[in-house]
């Protein structure tokens, strides 16, 4: 790969040719609201912030750099169309309802057809597929009998099928900034200034209203009909999860993560084989948005306490290492079920009052909730369920009501 002979700044255009095509937010079809184009092959068609692919742009940039991957390269979108009809829905106009992600970020091959074929750089944001998941945990309900194949939703070997959607963030600033009741110049200035100036269009390019962040987006898996999501005469279950990669994937017992994930997929299947609909909606927001190594430092400061880990300074530990108690900042993410056209949940999985507050304040009905039965809870992870229950967590009379917080209910390090 040859070296460029100069550098494009894209923080100060040479002029009003380096301006892309118009974005308004919030417009009723994708034509009138134009499409997101950040790709570096036509600078004076660029019109946001930032680059596709989320976090992985930097290996994006690492296979350029390398001679893996040509900079100039261009997806083909043949045959990627998604393998459901999502949307439109009434959500998708109005610059307030969805301020995160793309509404027609799962489209823009078949809406923008014409532009790309005129070279215009529109890559999707949001691709839609089929799939079947397969759980160990299902296989043990099924041989319990909690859950009975239907050869529909659930397979006699244990697998469910899903429609899985993965989405990557595309904020639209103005609406992030009034979501959180922020000036949106003061947003624009602390984003620039806490990642180290990696992005200047922030504050030279006020022009510029969306921003293609570097963090995870949201993985949704839905089972059963999809029309039912948008139908009031069938039920709607749903968990909301916060990845977790430790519980999710490995097992940890530290907390309630992967048994809470379960739980809520089993409703799922049951709601779906019922008629309705079970929708897992999974955030990559590892340790409360704080990181996996924040995470593991807050559990030594735990399990070192000389009081011992109790539910009593779990949160405490958390601030004094991050600074806050949780990052993941619930208000964007109903945007998701906007996306989806829900606006209501007959059983929500989830006793996170943050969760909950999020979506009923965006209008978003909320029926049963469902806590985490006593028995999935791992011995270790009762420390940080009383301390959640302590601080606001839904809890009914299926579940049992914290304790004394000081008395030490985690292990030791030297117990391991």
């Known amino acids: 790969m040859a070296e460029p002979r100069h550098i494009v ?3 100060h255009p040479s002029g009003q040719a380096a301006q892309g095509p118009a974005i308004v937010w919030g417009a009723p079809t994708a034509a009138d609201r134009g499409p997101v184009v950040s790709g570096f092959t036509g600078a004076d068609t660029r019109n946001v912030i930032g680059t596709h692919s989320g976090s992985y742009a930097l290996y994006r940039a690492l296979a350029v750099a390398s001679g893996a991957l040509d900079p100039l390269h261009k997806p083909d979108l043949t045959n990627t169309s998604p393998t459901d009809i999502i949307g439109p829905h009434p959500q998708w106009t109005g610059a307030d309802r969805i301020v995160s992600i793309d509404p027609w970020g799962h489209k823009v091959a078949d809406v923008f057809a014409e532009e790309i074929e005129q070279g215009m750089d529109i890559r999707p944001t949001i691709a839609v597929t089929k799939a079947r998941i397969s759980l160990l945990e299902i296989n043990a ?67 510029l209203k969306v921003f293609l962040p570097p963090i995870g987006g949201v993985t949704v898996y839905i089972m059963g009909d999809l029309a039912a999501l948008t139908d009031d005469s069938r039920e709607v279950a749903c968990r909301v999860h916060d990845e977790c990669n430790g519980s999710d994937v490995f097992g940890s017992d530290i907390c309630t993560c992967r048994p809470y994930l379960i739980h809520g997929i089993e409703v799922c299947v049951e709601t779906a084989q019922a008629g309705g609909a079970g929708l897992i909606v999974y955030n990559r927001k ?123 209910a985690g292990r030791g390090l030297k117990d391991y």
């Not at 006699?156 to 639209?172: C, F, R, S």
């Not at 900042?329 to 943050?354: T, Y």
């Not at 909320?366 to 369920?385: K, N, S, T, Y």
Request: charged share 25%.
């Open 141 to 207: 309900a099924i041989a319990d009998g909690r859950l009975k194949p239907d050869n529909r939703v659930l397979m006699t070997n244990g697998d469910i099928n899903v429609t899985k959607a993965a989405i990557e963030h595309v904020w639209y600033l103005p609406g992030i900034a009034e979501r959180f009741g922020l000036n949106e110049s003061s947003l624009r200035r602390t984003l620039f200034e806490y990642t180290g100036g990696m992005f200047p269009e922030l504050v030279t390019r006020s022009d």
């Open 286 to 408: 590892e340790g409360r948005a704080l990181g996996e190594v924040t995470k593991f430092l807050v559990y030594n400061a735990r399990k070192r306490n000389p009081d011992g880990d109790s539910a009593a300074s779990y949160f405490e530990r958390t601030e004094c290492i991050a600074g806050v108690e949780d990052m993941r900042f619930q208000d964007l993410m109903p945007d998701v079920f906007h996306w989806l056209g829900v606006s209501r949940i007959d059983c929500f999985v989830s006793m996170s009052n943050l969760k909950y507050e999020a979506l009923v304040g965006q209008g978003i009905e909320i029926g049963e909730r469902i806590a985490i039965p006593d028995e999935l809870i791992p011995a270790d992870a009762q420390v940080e369920m009383d301390a959640k229950k302590a601080a606001g967590y839904f809890v009914d009379d299926t579940v049992s009501a914290p304790g004394d917080l000081s008395a030490p």
């Open 9 to 11: 700044l894209t923080s």
